[in-house]
């Protein structure tokens, strides 16, 4: 990023999680009066399978059933996905304290909360963010995973510092998947997504550039994992 000013007056995309559905709306609705986009979530589970590079920040509550907002925030951090996270709490202890900020959180607000103060704490971490870190925005637009690199911008991308070439539909596939990291598409759904209105495109066409793509991939080849009878993944945990 080049300009700061000009990026902080862009809209920013937002990600609230919140098994209370009445929050959820009195959340949405405020933030998007402040100039954000929201996207909602009412479990961690969901949560993880929406998160993209494109939101720059989480508003995450603690107590949900399945998934915590601890799990989550801790599962981001092993994944080397850094989104600032701002956990919503109806514990307000020290030790809630400690653990919000021992699991990667950058800020937590005790429930019930003004919801004046919830957005002046939004924009404080957004603005820093920015300020602090003026490749941001390049970052935000690039996904990581060990020495694998995707630039979601250039379309390139680099194994061990080295280019790989792709077939743009090798491409949209493997960013398809490394962008919603364990969350399972069948054939019908990369066909959908990558292939959209192309006619006469067989579901066996998506195994035959799996394949390709895999042998491309190297060692990073076993990430693009597949679950018997329902689909294709990117699985972040094949290599340790």
């Given at each position: 990023?080049?300009?700061?000013?000009?990026?902080?007056?862009?809209?920013?995309?937002?990600?609230i999680?919140d098994?209370?559905?009445?929050?959820?709306?009195?959340?949405?609705?405020?933030l998007?009066?402040?100039g954000?986009?929201?996207?909602?979530?009412?479990?961690?589970?969901?949560?993880?399978?929406?998160?993209?590079?494109?939101h720059?920040?989480i508003?995450l509550?603690?107590?949900?059933d399945?998934?915590?907002?601890?799990?989550?925030?801790?599962?981001?951090?092993?994944?080397?996905?850094?989104?600032p996270?701002?956990?919503?709490?109806?514990?307000?202890?020290?030790?809630?304290?400690?653990?919000?900020?021992?699991?990667?959180?950058?800020d937590?607000?005790?429930?019930?909360f003004?919801?004046?103060?919830?957005?002046?704490?939004?924009?404080?971490?957004?603005?820093?963010?920015?300020?602090t870190?003026?490749?941001?925005?390049?970052?935000?637009?690039?996904?990581?995973?060990?020495?694998l690199?995707?630039?979601?911008?250039?379309?390139?991308?680099?194994i061990?510092?080295?280019?790989?070439?792709?077939?743009?539909?090798?491409?949209e596939?493997?960013?398809?998947?490394?962008?919603?990291?364990?969350?399972?598409?069948?054939r019908?759904?990369?066909?959908?997504k990558v292939?959209?209105?192309?006619?006469?495109?067989?579901?066996?066409?998506?195994?035959?550039?799996?394949?390709?793509?895999?042998?491309?991939?190297?060692?990073?080849?076993?990430?693009?994992?597949?679950r018997q009878?329902?689909?294709?993944y990117?699985?972040?945990?094949?290599?340790?």
């Amino acid at each position: 990023m080049t300009n700061v000013s000009t990026d902080l007056q862009s809209p920013k995309k937002i990600l609230i999680v919140d098994d209370e559905e009445d929050i959820l709306e009195i959340l949405r609705f405020n933030l998007e009066n402040e100039g954000f986009i929201v996207d909602t979530a009412i479990s961690g589970e969901e949560a993880l399978a929406k998160l993209t590079p494109e939101h720059c920040l989480i508003l995450l509550d603690v107590m949900m059933d399945g998934l915590s907002g601890y799990l989550v925030a801790e599962q981001l951090r092993n994944d080397n996905i850094q989104t600032p996270i701002i956990f919503l709490t109806a514990r307000n202890t020290e030790n809630d304290m400690l653990t919000c900020f021992s699991v990667g959180g950058d800020d937590y607000i005790a429930k019930p909360f003004p919801i004046k103060e919830v957005i002046a704490r939004i924009k404080a971490i957004t603005r820093r963010n920015y300020e602090t870190f003026p490749s941001l925005k390049e970052k935000k637009h690039t996904i990581i995973f060990k020495n694998l690199k995707l630039n979601l911008v250039a379309k390139d991308i680099e194994i061990n510092s080295c280019s790989l070439v792709l077939t743009k539909k090798e491409y949209e596939i493997l960013c398809l998947l490394m962008q919603h990291q364990g969350q399972i598409f069948t054939r019908e759904d990369i066909l959908e997504k990558v292939w959209k209105d192309e006619s006469y495109v067989l579901e066996r066409t998506v195994d035959v550039h799996i394949t390709r793509l895999r042998k491309k991939l190297n060692e990073y080849g076993v990430c693009i994992a597949n679950r018997q009878s329902y689909g294709y993944y990117f699985d972040n945990k094949a290599i340790t």
